[in-house]
């Protein structure tokens, strides 16, 4: 199985910048252990099954609680497939297959 996740994840009781909290929430990402791509609009995360993503969800919000968000906003998008692996990469490499590379 292979779970893709998209994750945008920020407070909103805060003025300003949100890099600082995003920050501590890649940092949670990060060290999880699985594959994920940071963009400039939301995080991808990938997978062996949803659960993995749910409690990794859990486990940000848990630290925005922690830093004294009272308010986060949550934007979350899956896409669960039974088979398959590495699908950050190679759902890329199978668009550029036919229109060439697709991100400068």
């Given at each position: 199985?292979?779970?893709?996740?998209?994750?945008?994840?920020?407070?909103?009781?805060?003025?300003?910048?949100?890099s600082k909290?995003?920050?501590?929430?890649?940092?949670?990402?990060?060290?999880?252990?699985?594959k994920y791509?940071?963009?400039?609009?939301?995080?991808?995360?990938?997978?062996?099954?949803?659960?993995?993503?749910?409690?990794?969800?859990?486990?940000?919000?848990?630290?925005?609680?922690?830093?004294?968000?009272?308010?986060?906003y949550a934007?979350?998008?899956?896409?669960?497939?039974?088979?398959?692996?590495?699908?950050?990469?190679?759902?890329?490499?199978?668009?550029?297959?036919?229109?060439?590379?697709?991100?400068?």
């Amino acid at each position: 199985m292979s779970v893709l996740m998209s994750l945008a994840m920020f407070p909103t009781d805060t003025n300003g910048s949100k890099s600082k909290e995003v920050s501590e929430i890649l940092n949670i990402i990060k060290n999880s252990g699985l594959k994920y791509q940071l963009t400039s609009m939301n995080t991808i995360v990938e997978a062996k099954t949803l659960k993995e993503l749910l409690d990794l969800v859990n486990l940000c919000y848990l630290k925005l609680e922690s830093l004294g968000c009272n308010r986060v906003y949550a934007v979350l998008n899956f896409d669960i497939r039974t088979s398959g692996e590495d699908r950050i990469k190679s759902k890329i490499a199978s668009v550029e297959k036919h229109i060439g590379t697709v991100s400068k």
